[in-house]
């Protein structure tokens, strides 16, 4: 059987009620081992709960956009994080890609004048260059990918001080930019992108159901399609209406509402990378090297090829991070994409739900973890914790995660 075959297995109809069959198809994944996004989303929740109760104010208006700021970057560079990890590999270097691809950004744009177009795309073919050169090595030299990215990462600690003159801060002045992380939508835009959005995926629910019921396919009617849609815009609808609430201090001298810019990039970025992943033929080779790289071999994908292309991913998006990045912290230094934010992003992945050994992951998950590791950093921050106390606790989490992970694979085995 090809590597790339469907994985589904045969379909039967159902005789229960559509939410009940449902259910019981969820029961029956988590039973098998396959936990998704549960262990994040029950997270997420619980901390948000209990913040909330300690410190009123993390469910501010205000506190609520500082979230999504906070952890843009983050969860951008886990998206990428997620190609790699789905081939049961890794790349080290991705903070510094960021760091090294923002580094660009501001010296060709405020040194040299260049439009922020223009410095958006050189910073963007950086990291694209980083990950041709990381992925042409890993699979044309075969050294593990942990070796390759870890001498990427201490070299591209060094390209970053050699970009910055050895410590030097440049500052990011062109508004454009800086209004990635800082600017935000008017609130009757963000409405107009809560109709758009929720519109798409209804018209997809619906058309998945009806195609399903013209293929004889088990069918749980189209109940299932509707509770997805109505729940999809309760959620949107809710962080909508938080988001579009005055946030200023000080509403008469100058009002803040609305959500910031980066929520729909990031939008952006999970639709269209899901998709890759879902709807084509190079994200079904993707989980098919993951799953059985030999077998993906011997059906014919070029596995090499779909490496490559992983690593050129994952270093794209760390450029998009670091953009991310500079435009919040409105300048770059040689720190950027340093500390602890790969350790961050590689946490996002695993807690969002990406397994560590391949095959297994979606691009919503970035998002997910990227929102626990956020809503941990912020409610500490706010309960008055140290940084190495916020340290402890996302290690933690990350630990438990992989643990999940770990069991449910091995629950998954056969025989087991």
């Known amino acids: 059987m090809s590597a790339v075959a469907s994985k589904a297995p045969v379909e039967k109809k159902s005789t229960g009620s559509p939410l009940a069959g449902m259910a019981n198809d969820y029961i029956g994944k988590l039973r098998a081992g396959d936990m998704g996004a549960l262990p994040a989303t029950l997270a997420l929740v619980?901390?948000?709960?209990?913040?909330?109760?300690?410190?009123?104010?993390?469910m501010s208006e205000r506190n609520f956009?500082?979230?999504?700021?906070?952890?843009?970057?983050?969860?951008?560079?886990?998206?990428?994080?997620?190609?790699?990890?789905?081939?049961?590999?890794?790349?080290?270097?991705?903070?510094?890609?960021?760091?090294?691809?923002?580094?660009?950004?501001?010296?060709?744009?405020?040194?040299?004048?260049?439009?922020?177009?223009?410095?958006?795309?050189?910073?963007?073919?950086?990291g694209?260059?980083?990950?041709?050169?990381?992925?042409?090595?890993?699979?044309?030299?075969?050294?593990?990918?942990?070796?390759v990215t870890l001498a990427a990462f201490m070299a591209l600690q060094g390209v970053a001080l050699k970009i910055m003159n050895n410590g030097t801060?440049?500052?990011?002045?062109?508004?454009?930019?800086?209004?990635?992380?800082?600017?935000?939508?008017?609130?009757?835009?963000?409405?107009?992108?809560?109709?758009?959005?929720?519109?798409?995926?209804?018209?997809?629910e619906i058309r998945k159901?009806?195609?399903?019921?013209?293929?004889?396919?088990?069918?749980?009617?189209?109940?299932?399609?509707?509770?997805?849609?109505?729940?999809?815009?309760?959620?949107?609808?809710?962080?909508?209406?938080?988001?579009?609430g005055e946030r200023s201090q000080n509403p008469t001298f100058a009002s803040l509402k609305g959500m910031p810019y980066v929520v729909p990039l990031i939008g952006v970025l999970l639709i269209v990378w899901t998709f890759v992943l879902n709807r084509t033929t190079f994200g079904r080779h993707i989980y098919a090297v993951g799953g059985n790289q030999e077998a993906a071999?011997?059906?014919?994908?070029?596995?090499?090829?779909?490496?490559?292309?992983?690593?050129?991913?994952?270093?794209?998006?760390?450029?998009?991070?670091?953009?991310?990045?500079a435009s919040r912290a409105n300048s770059v230094d040689p720190n950027t994409g340093?500390?602890?934010?790969?350790?961050?992003?590689?946490g996002a992945a695993v807690i969002g739900g990406t397994s560590l050994f391949g095959g297994r992951g979606r691009i919503i998950d970035a998002v997910l973890g990227g929102a626990v590791v956020a809503v941990i950093d912020n409610g500490m921050g706010l309960m008055g914790y140290s940084a190495g106390t916020k340290a402890i606790v996302t290690g933690s989490v990350l630990l438990l995660a992989a643990g999940v992970d770990a069991l449910s694979r091995k629950r998954a085995l056969p025989g087991r």
């Open 46 to 58: 619980a901390l948000c709960v209990g913040f909330w109760i300690a410190q009123p104010v993390f």
């Open 65 to 126: 956009a500082n979230l999504f700021t906070q952890g843009a970057a983050g969860a951008v560079i886990a998206m990428g994080l997620i190609f790699v990890l789905l081939l049961g590999e890794i790349d080290l270097s991705a903070g510094f890609a960021s760091g090294v691809s923002a580094g660009v950004l501001a010296v060709v744009m405020t040194n040299h004048g260049w439009p922020w177009y223009a410095a958006i795309a050189v910073a963007i073919v950086t």
């Open 297 to 325: 071999r011997r059906a014919g994908i070029n596995v090499d090829k779909i490496k490559v292309l992983a690593f050129v991913i994952c270093s794209a998006m760390a450029a998009i991070g670091g953009i991310i990045a």
């Open 209 to 244: 159901a009806r195609t399903r019921i013209s293929r004889g396919l088990a069918n749980r009617g189209m109940t299932v399609a509707y509770v997805r849609i109505i729940g999809l815009a309760i959620i949107l609808g809710f962080a909508v209406f938080v988001l579009n």
């Open 338 to 346: 340093g500390s602890d934010v790969l350790l961050k992003a590689v």
């Open 169 to 204: 801060i440049i500052s990011v002045k062109d508004k454009t930019v800086l209004g990635i992380a800082n600017k935000n939508v008017p609130p009757a835009v963000g409405w107009v992108l809560f109709a758009v959005l929720v519109a798409g995926f209804a018209f997809i």
């Open 128 to 147: 694209l260059f980083i990950g041709l050169c990381i992925g042409t090595i890993v699979v044309k030299l075969g050294i593990p990918s942990f070796v």
